[in-house]
């Protein structure tokens, strides 16, 4: 087993089935990884269903999916406690 690793990233976006974010380095796709938003306690697992494309101005952008398809975000939560007028 390889071993984990912390990387921050942006998040663009967000919708109950998963993430639109913003990485240091590219990801690879099909690639499974745990995120635990800011102030969040519980993490959640994710497979990398978009990962943009070498050389462009998405290169580091990555579309997730919740690996569990029951899993999903609160969003009505989330907005509540962060304050954002919209996801």
Do not use: C
């Amino acid at each position: 087993m390889g071993r984990g690793y912390f990387l921050q990233a942006e998040v663009i976006s967000l919708d109950t089935h998963g993430a639109r974010v913003h990485w240091r380095y590219p990801v690879k796709l099909g690639q499974n990884m745990e995120i635990q938003l800011i102030n969040e306690n519980v993490t959640k697992l994710f497979r990398v269903i978009r990962s943009g494309e070498s050389g462009s101005p998405e290169e580091k952008h990555a579309g997730l999916e919740f690996v569990d398809a029951k899993e999903s975000w609160n969003l009505i939560e989330l907005v509540a406690k962060w304050g954002f007028e919209n996801l």
